[in-house]
């Protein structure tokens, strides 16, 4: 059944929803679903920005066709090749033959690497600042490389000041008929899984998306909505989320807080670290998060290091190394970037204790600009009362750091 939403008089969503899928890039869990979002402009030519999946493809060309009724298509942009938009080209071309294309110089390299037969088709390579005109309506395509891969650009619609903005500002959840985030409790239901979203696909090239932020910044009063790829589009309050993007993308934390992550194999590990919680929140500091390593999905914790300033790494010691699932975790920080944290350490072991100084070292010497807290909780099998002191003496000190943290991105 056709289902589309308008966006102004002369764009209209064409996308999908997905609650089909479990895995996001075969990684990510998405228990609330995922939207792909295209949008078709009518004009004296008619565009499409971007296509879906190809599990969605079905809706979205059911989609196209109600909204053209019986217009040809005369144009794609592709703003990003990655199959999750770029799937269905060849459906397009299959259906509509005589469409022209836009895409950048890697865009359209990219879609013969994946096998998208564009040879026949007129290609239009576009570059920054290059403009074309599809009637009323003309856009301005701006480079967007690595936000999320090297081809990728964005499209300004310099009509209806639309900012097509391909994966930026994107989140998971599916829309589900609501369309723009003040639809919707956004700060409440959203916030959390565009953070998800952001810091593990784009976590990595912050400075990246700095250098689009900086672009936008400059035509911001030309902006009057953004259109990303997944999720809610914004047509008001934007610079809420242009702050949230510029916290992540600056590795600044959003909040003066503690995430509490352990790795227990007998509950011990654990118990010292909802010790520490409840010994922080009888300090004060109540903004306090404890996860299980084990059984939680790393990527809600990377989004949790990129909100919070503190990180409490509490593991025991498995075949003399860290407990390879806490390993993960350390590692994915890496490989996402994440930096400018203050980080405390609770280690564990029956014989040799080794997984503190081990996780110090791989803080140290992978992670930049993290403070590693002197004060360290060390527990042979189990805590008694006689580590209490410790434990007060870790929890005053994270407390005590808060004072050095700032969650201002100016
Ligand atoms: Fe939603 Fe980078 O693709």
Redesign the pocket.
């Known amino acids: 059944m056709v289902n589309v939403r308008k966006i102004t008089e002369d764009i209209t969503w064409v996308g999908a929803n997905d609650h089909r899928l479990n895995l996001f890039e075969n990684i990510h869990p998405i228990p609330q679903g995922v939207s792909y979002n295209s949008y078709l402009l009518l004009d004296e030519k008619t565009v499409l920005f971007d296509t879906v999946d190809w599990s969605a493809c079905r809706q979205m060309i059911e989609n196209i066709r109600h909204v053209l009724a019986g217009r040809p298509l005369d144009y794609l942009v592709i703003n990003?090749l990655?199959p999750?938009?770029a799937a269905c080209i060849e459906e397009i071309l299959l259906i509509w033959p005589e469409v022209e294309l836009f895409s950048t110089e890697k865009g359209f390299m990219l879609a013969k690497q994946f096998g998208f037969t564009v040879d026949k088709q007129v290609c239009h390579t576009v570059k920054e600042g290059d403009t074309f005109s599809f009637g009323k309506h003309t856009v301005t395509f701006i480079d967007a490389p690595m936000v999320?891969?090297p081809e990728a650009m964005v499209t300004l619609d310099l009509t209806d000041g639309v900012l097509f903005s391909a994966?930026a500002f994107?989140s998971f959840i599916a829309n589900d008929g609501k369309m723009f985030a003040d639809e919707v409790d956004f700060d409440r239901d959203y916030l959390d899984e565009a953070r998800r979203y952001l810091t593990n696909?784009v976590g990595k090239y912050g400075p990246h998306v700095q250098f689009l932020l900086g672009k936008a910044a400059k035509v911001l009063d030309k902006i009057k909505i953004i259109a990303p790829?997944?999720g809610l589009c914004w047509r008001k309050d934007l610079m809420y989320f242009i702050d949230k993007y510029d916290h992540w993308s600056k590795y600044v934390p959003e909040e003066k807080g503690v995430m509490i992550v352990y790795a227990s194999m007998y509950g011990n590990t654990e118990s010292a670290a909802q010790a520490l919680a409840g010994r922080l929140c009888e300090k004060g500091m109540t903004n306090v998060h404890v996860f299980d390593v084990s059984n939680t999905h790393v990527s809600y914790l990377i989004a949790n290091a990129f909100k919070y300033s503190h990180i409490v790494l509490a593991s025991v010691t498995y075949n003399l190394n860290i407990y390879p699932v806490m390993f993960d975790f350390l590692d994915e920080m890496r490989m996402l970037h994440v930096q400018n944290r203050t980080c405390a350490i609770i280690e564990n072991g029956s014989w040799a204790i080794k997984s503190g100084d081990l996780m110090q070292k791989f803080i140290e010497g992978n992670l930049k600009n993290m403070t590693i807290l002197n004060e360290r909780l060390t527990i042979a099998s189990s805590a008694g009362e006689e580590k209490d002191g410790e434990l007060d003496r870790l929890a005053q000190a994270i407390v005590d750091s808060m004072e050095e943290v700032s969650t201002d991105t100016h």
């Open positions: 990003h990655e999750d938009h999320h891969w994966d994107g696909i790829l997944h």
